[in-house]
């Protein structure tokens, strides 16, 4: 069974930069859809970011179109989420999700996420 393990959450100060990367141990990432879910404090869980099985689509969510890209990286079999012009409301957990059909389908894998605070 896949488990996502996420990794590279932290502190930043508004407008710098961060990037989340979601490990597939034992699996191929270019045979699941991944998303990138966001949790506020004391707010439900969002998607953000979504890649194709292909890698070749992405979708986005209007709080971080523009700012965040997430890609699939074949050589180290991760899937990535690269944060920049970060705000105080991206603060919260991050998830990494995995779906054995799309973007658009219902999630299989959960990974337990990373924190991301940031603050000035």
């Known amino acids: 069974q896949l488990r996502p393990v996420e990794s590279g959450g932290g502190r930043a100060q508004p407008g710098e930069s961060l990037t989340l990367t979601c490990a597939a141990p034992e699996h191929n990432v270019f045979h699941y859809a991944f998303t990138w879910f966001h949790q506020a404090p004391g707010k439900e869980r969002e998607g953000v970011a979504c890649?194709?099985?292909?890698?070749?689509?992405?979708n986005y969510s209007d709080s971080v179109r523009g700012r965040f890209i997430i890609t699939k990286d074949k050589t180290r079999n991760t899937v990535n989420l690269r944060m920049n012009g970060l705000q105080p409301t991206d603060t919260g957990v991050y998830f990494c999700a995995a779906s054995n059909i799309g973007c658009a389908y219902k999630i299989d894998f959960w990974g337990k996420g990373t924190p991301v605070t940031v603050s000035s």
């Open positions: 890649i194709s099985i292909n890698g070749a689509r992405t």
